[in-house]
């Protein structure tokens, strides 16, 4: 398989771009739908390690670039890349996918630090109810019983901070550490999720869903086989893909806090731009999540999809 | 304007909600665009100024109340509607800025009893803008001071003041926040009142907490607060009977703060409101197999499911393999020998039915393959493990299994080769590590195996040591709240390989061996705090037995190299982490029967074995000692019972034997030797239970 035509150009044309003409380049190259629609379907079709690592090595050196919108046009990728990574390690192993491995990896180390140099840690304080804020008054709200949770309220406490980082720079992505790298690099596109396009969330959808259920057969029937609680009239179909036991392509490994970071992202897209596909890999991911029993992400999708009942039953009303 | 009676100002704020009310009801008289937008602009300032009004006449009256109470004071309908509709049409206008800037300027105002609903509703519907709106680049940062100039045309009712509050300066800090008071009053005002006549109110009153609740489980695992998360889900249980959602949250939530036993008991109840939930029901038998030791529970939970299920069903094949791991820890703890037969069997049959309902689980591969080879079917075990290695080619427990697997047949170079590229996927796995020590005394000596040993110490100063670092601060919450994911992770892997190596070399996975490894962490944690209040250890626990493990490994070696200073040393360290653990008795049993100092040893050994009655080498070497001091009669009984704790020993049925032959048994001795022989021809470097029964 070789690239298409319009890859093929974007490559040749950025290596040949004289310096100055950078930013205007920059300023064009997102709103090139036709590249983005032909960058989104190779990456889908799972071409050989050779046709996909000149694009790789390009998306990173737009990533890395001072050009924010380069760097946005790269961000944009990264959930179909990851889905990419993923399929391909599963079935043809480490050596078939250096080339996405090399960027996913190279994303990974720029985020552990900041441009100036210093380590990349994020912080934010957990609010407390003892503390008065610009929105409550611990005495007027508490408790008309006198229990211990009542009381605890009342225990005065400061806002405790809440860290993450300095995260490790790492030279190879192992088995180890590969679902900690692919949920920080996700976090990358999740934390600007509101500035992407809507193509970017519609492949990013559809990438968590083919994370989830590749390799199954109908893990949607999870929820059907219990007595029906609630039916969405837009959840969505049970899926069946008509293939004999035995074709079906290696099942993707996802760890919990990969799933987060996807959900996350979800969550706002289903509310802003893609509400069936949107929920579609929120009901594949709880599915997976329920398959797997992974309590932390069952948490997060039985609030969603729970939430989300609530709001389609409301604006039925309405 | 500035000394209305609040009967002026609620009459002005109901006139100014019903203004905007016709006016937006009336709809736009034109279609230009220009015309609309001025018209959306009117409504919106009649609402700002009802909201306004009304919540400065509440505020009002309520300072009057106190003397005279009279009721009534309440916000009007439409005005209430008024004060939830103005922000919400600013987003919907598309100007998401001022919309969030109303939420925040209604938020502010110092509320009264009569408001906290409709503040709940505002906090709730904020933190929802905020979840479902934003995200962390384009959140709007709140501006403090802006609003105290009281340049507005209108009356402002009072704000919060003050200069210790807590301003909430990103998305999170905001969501939280806003969740926090509404939880306060949602848990508060919430209806209780199970009579027919108010359950309209009910169910409303609960779906609105249930809503807050929702966002609240949203927010708080993005940043690992699972104890947070259960203390509010315990507050919401009061009013969540027979609410299967809620319940099966709080399961959740006490699954990931590490409380299994509660959480099993909530699971339970969850599985009495859903009676044909199978992921319930999994979960439950899955925390009974791995974290409660509760063999026999799990079984039944797994056989309710697996009888309401039909084979179709996409948890039917895990359920098998619950089931399996269920026969097979079972048999491993039990005493009777065709009772454990019977179960080892039981638990093949179900893996291989686990297999063929969906031959695509690696899992179901894997366990079966672990079970083979439990039962010593060296070659077909070989053969499963390698097609689970196909389903998922980096699975840590089916490539040290394939270790194992190579050295029960002798190809210990294979094996090596196979471990190096293991390890370089898993660099930080104690247990691949330790059983490459093994392997390396085999191969190379017990000098390259102590290398090895000295950088397990350094990768566990690296792994764990920011862990330690972190808690050692005095402060009581840091150590239970910050932690981001990583460390989360990090923590859950501390534990999982704590499981692995403690069952290492016990051999056995028996009631004695559990119970006994929960005594001695619990009496170790009292004893190495009161010994030392003021270097009372840091960092949690379970990094320090991690370190424990090593060293009696790292003293194990040091006798085999003849080095018993060096021993001792190691074996003091360990005591001094872990002072009551049949380990450390043990080692020092060891470190005495090396020196020929047989009665101090057999006194250590029997020390050891009154914690764990099942610590399959204790009994050994006991027997081995009592042998040497020429008490064979007792050694005979000792080593019978090492046996029987564990069959698939070679050691205990040679060293039985030697006794035996001691005895002039000659004939029963010999059939001990054919059968250690007959073992010896299967056995693993490190025995297969080092590899743990794990659903994931």
């Given at each position: 398989m070789t690239l298409p035509k319009t890859v093929r150009e974007w490559l040749a044309e950025f290596k040949s771009l004289p310096d100055n003409e950078v930013h205007s380049y920059a300023s064009t190259v997102r709103q090139n739908e036709e590249l983005t629609t032909n960058l989104y379907c190779l990456f889908e079709s799972l071409p050989q390690a050779e046709v996909l690592d000149p694009v790789c090595h390009q998306l990173f050196e737009f990533y890395r670039s001072k050009e924010s919108e380069l760097k946005t046009f790269s961000r944009e990728l990264i959930p179909v890349v990851i889905w990419t990574y993923l399929s391909a390690l599963s079935t043809s192993g480490k050596k078939s996918v250096r080339g996405l491995e090399a960027f996913l990896l190279g994303v990974y180390n720029l985020e552990t630090t900041l441009p100036d140099g210093k380590p990349n840690v994020k912080t934010f304080r957990i609010p407390t109810f003892s503390q008065p804020s610009i929105y409550h008054?611990?005495?007027?709200?508490?408790?008309?019983s006198l229990t211990e949770s009542a009381l605890s309220r009342l225990d005065r406490r400061e806002a405790e901070e809440w860290c993450s980082g300095p995260l490790p720079q790492y030279e190879a992505i192992t088995g180890q550490n590969r679902q900690a790298i692919l949920s920080t690099v996700l976090q990358t596109f999740t934390t600007e999720i509101a500035e992407l396009t809507t193509q970017s969330h519609h492949w990013f959808c559809k990438s968590c869903s083919r994370i989830a259920t590749t390799g199954f057969l109908s893990l949607g029937d999870i929820q059907s086989?219990?007595?029906?609680?609630f039916s969405l009239s837009d959840s969505p179909e049970p899926r069946r893909r008509h293939s004999q036991y035995g074709d079906l392509p290696p099942r993707l490994a996802v760890s919990p806090s990969l799933i987060i970071e996807m959900l996350s992202g979800l969550y706002y897209v289903t509310f802003n731009s893609q509400p069936h596909l949107g929920l579609k890999a929120i009901y594949d991911l709880h599915y997976r999540a329920s398959y797997e029993l992974y309590a932390d992400v069952l948490l997060v999708t039985s609030a969603m999809t729970n939430s989300l009942q609530t709001v389609v039953s409301s604006s039925r009303d309405s | 304007t500035q000394n209305m009676s609040p009967r002026v100002l609620q009459l002005l704020a109901e006139s100014f909600s019903i203004k905007g009310a016709c006016l937006e009801s009336k709809g736009p008289s034109t279609t230009s665009k220009f015309k609309v937008a001025e018209q959306e602009k009117q409504v919106l300032k009649c609402y700002d100024m009802a909201g306004d009004l009304a919540l400065l006449y509440i505020q009002e009256r309520e300072k009057m109340a106190q003397n005279n109470s009279s009721g009534d004071e309440e916000i009007d309908i439409l005005t209430e509607n008024a004060i939830k509709q103005s922000p919400l049409l600013y987003i919907k206008m598309g100007n998401i800025k001022q919309g969030v800037g109303r939420f925040r300027e209604l938020l502010r105002v110092v509320e009264s009893r009569f408001t906290q609903s409709l503040r709940q509703a505002l906090a709730r519907q904020l933190a929802e803008v905020l979840i479902r709106g934003m995200c962390e680049k384009t959140y709007i940062p709140i501006e403090t001071y802006h609003s105290d100039s009281n340049n507005l045309p209108r009356p402002q009712p009072r704000k919060y003041s003050g200069d210790n509050l807590f301003v909430p300066r990103e998305l999170h800090e905001e969501a939280l926040l806003l969740l926090l008071v509404a939880e306060a009053i949602a848990t508060r005002e919430a209806v209780l009142n199970r009579s027919v006549e108010h359950q309209e109110d009910r169910h409303i009153s609960y779906e609105n907490t249930t809503a807050v609740y929702d966002l609240l489980a949203i927010t708080l695992v993005r940043c690992t607060q699972f104890l947070k998360l259960c203390d509010s889900f315990e507050k919401a249980m009061r009013f969540s009977f027979e609410e299967f959602h809620i319940w099966h949250q709080f399961a959740n939530a006490l699954v990931c703060a590490g409380k299994y036993s509660r959480a099993l008991h909530v699971l339970k109840e969850c599985s009495r409101l859903k009676p044909r939930n199978t992921v319930v029901l999994l979960q439950a038998a899955k925390l009974c197999f791995e974290c409660l030791h509760l063999y026999n529970d799990g079984i039944n939970l797994v056989q309710q499911a697996i009888d309401s299920c039909s084979d179709n069903h996409p948890l039917m094949s895990r359920l098998c393999v619950a089931m399996g791991i269920g026969y097979s820890l079972k048999a491993q703890s039990t005493k009777l020998q065709g009772e454990r037969y019977s179960l080892h069997k039981k638990a093949l049959d179900t893996f291989k039915r686990a297999y063929e309902l969906d031959p695509n689980d690696h899992l179901a591969l894997f366990h079966l393959a672990l079970q083979l080879a439990i039962q010593r079917q060296i070659s077909e075990a070989v053969r499963c493990v390698k097609i689970s290695l196909r389903h998922k080619n980096d699975y840590v427990h089916s490539l040290h299994l394939l270790v194992l697997l190579m050295t029960s047949e002798k190809k210990y170079e294979e094996g090596m080769t196979l471990i190096k590229a293991a390890l370089q996927e898993y660099p930080d796995n104690l247990s691949l590590m330790l059983t490459r020590t093994k392997l390396e005394e085999v191969l190379l000596g017990p000098e390259y195996a102590l290398n090895t040993c000295r950088r397990m110490l350094e990768l566990w100063k690296e792994l764990y040591e920011t862990d330690v670092d972190d808690t050692?601060?005095?402060?009581?919450y840091r150590t239970l709240t910050s932690n981001d994911r990583s460390t989360f992770d990090r923590r859950s892997f501390a534990q999982l390989q704590l499981n692995e190596l403690n069952d290492r070399d016990t051999g056995s996975l028996r009631a004695e061996s559990v119970a006994a490894s929960r005594v001695e962490q619990t009496l170790s944690e009292v004893a190495s705090s009161a010994g030392s209040i003021l270097h009372s250890r840091r960092g949690c626990q379970e990094t320090w037995l991690l370190q424990a493990q090593i060293w009696l490994h790292l003293a194990e070696l040091y006798l085999s190299l003849d080095k018993m200073t060096e021993a001792e040393g190691c074996v003091q360290e360990t005591s001094s982490i872990f002072p009551l653990s049949h380990h450390v008795a043990f080692m020092k049993g060891r470190v005495f029967e090396h020196k020929h100092k047989y009665e101090e040893a057999k006194s250590c050994y029997e020390n050891a074995l009154s914690i764990n009655p099942a610590h399959t080498k204790s009994l050994q070497h006991l027997g081995i000692v009592l042998h040497e001091q020429g008490n064979n009669k007792m050694a005979e009984k000792v080593l019978r019972e090492a046996v029987n704790v564990d069959p698939t020993s070679h050691q205990s049925w040679f060293r039985l034997g030697l006794v035996l032959e001691s005895l002039g048994q000659s004939e029963a001795a010999s059939e001990c030797h054919m059968t250690s022989l007959g073992l010896e021809s299967t056995s693993p470097i490190v025995p297969f239970s080092v590899i743990p029964h794990m659903l994931q």
């Open positions: 008054e611990p005495s007027s709200i508490s408790s008309i086989q219990e007595e029906t609680a | 050692s601060s005095e402060r009581k």
